[in-house]
């Protein structure tokens, strides 16, 4: 079964900044969907904000109140060690003040400063917070940004790229994000709840679709408020992710044939490491797809940089990357799946697990429901 993992911070007080209303409000909003709507497990969300409970589950009971050495030490100590597998899945929601110094981006703590080469010493790199999270072992990372407040120093976040995660940002370089009195969140984090929530045709159960949404919706949000313009943007490393399907339960026949699409691509040009990520992933949304179980024995029969080419690429919709309307009858939801353990679909990837770990040497990298 997909594991699924998730870091909410929220800084309303600053030492050293401008304080902010609902920073906390957004990531606990954050948890609770984390926890009540899309059912990972409570021990699994971690919160960090002005007044949350202590985190018991590295060692002893630590403060969680969002300081540099909190999370320096929560960083540290647990991502030391690899503990989720490919097609496990891991968020990391940040609501507070960011900053753009030296060419680099920084999520800005309680008690960081703003102040020439203290940065550097109060606040943490968002390459850093990447390094650390990608050690966990899942194939899906993804950061969530509502930084960049309405601060009167203009701090701000850049368009850092980070390997291998996909990024999610409140508001564009040399732009501001705002917080609305009446809504009680910021833009960015009310527009991303709503978006998390739809059903239907009109669900955001990929990054493409995510990001789509929040790109019009927060600034129809901010033009409702008055609030100048807040242009969202997404950072996707590799692009394939743009297909990457976030919400399983509510993905479509053509959000797996799009991913199935770029995992055959993948096989052609020869990168037989990122073919194997996607069709994992496909078959963590469709345990019994049968074209995925035969494309991984593909993959694992072959060594890399000598690729077979894939056999009967699957039906598609006319839709682009660039959001164009899609075949309505391609668009219905996936069927239920037998997910019982007798399944065929169960025995198959049990046997193909003892065949790569028996005939290849290989480390087992499949972990999916079925």
Request: hydrophobic share 35%; with cysteine; glycine share 6%.
């Amino acid at each position: 079964m997909a594991k699924n993992w998730a870091i909410c911070i929220g800084v309303n007080e600053y030492h050293n900044l401008s304080s902010l209303n609902f920073a906390v409000k957004d990531a606990e909003k954050m948890r609770d969907w984390f926890v009540q709507e899309a059912g990972f497990e409570p021990s699994h969300v971690y919160l960090f904000t002005d007044n949350s409970p202590p985190i018991a589950d590295a060692g002893k009971p630590y403060p969680s109140q969002p300081t540099y050495a909190t999370l320096i030490r929560f960083l540290d100590n647990r991502f030391e060690h690899k503990f989720l597998s490919a097609g496990d899945n891991l968020w990391f929601f940040f609501s507070g003040h960011g900053l753009r110094h030296g060419d680099r981006d920084y999520l800005m703590l309680s008690d960081s400063s703003a102040s020439g080469q203290l940065i550097e010493r109060t606040a943490i790199p968002l390459s850093y917070v990447t390094e650390r999270l990608r050690r966990c072992g899942a194939d899906n990372v993804v950061i969530v940004q509502d930084a960049c407040r309405n601060d009167a120093k203009g701090l701000g976040i850049g368009e850092e790229k980070q390997a291998g995660v996909i990024t999610f940002a409140s508001c564009s370089p040399a732009e501001r994000s705002y917080e609305i009195e009446t809504l009680q969140h910021g833009a960015f984090t009310y527009a991303l709840l709503e978006s998390l929530r739809l059903q239907g045709e009109g669900n955001c159960a990929t990054v493409e679709r995510l990001y789509q949404r929040l790109r019009y919706r927060v600034a129809e949000i901010n033009q409702l408020h008055k609030k100048p313009r807040q242009t969202p943007y997404a950072i996707v490393e590799p692009a394939t992710k743009y297909h990457l399907i976030l919400l399983p339960k509510q993905a479509t026949l053509h959000d797996i044939n799009a991913l199935k699409m770029d995992a055959q691509e993948a096989e052609l040009e020869g990168d037989l490491t990122l073919a194997e990520q996607l069709w994992t992933r496909i078959l963590a949304v469709s345990p019994a797809d049968n074209q995925a179980l035969k494309a991984l024995r593909r993959i694992w029969q072959q060594p890399q940089g000598n690729p077979v080419l894939p056999t009967s690429p699957p039906p598609i919709s006319p839709a682009t990357a660039k959001g164009q309307e899609v075949d309505q009858e391609k668009r219905q939801l996936l069927p239920q799946l037998d997910q019982s353990p007798t399944s065929s679909a169960a025995a198959n990837l049990q046997e193909f697990e003892i065949e790569k770990r028996t005939k290849f040497n290989l480390p087992l990298k499949i972990w999916v429901t079925i």
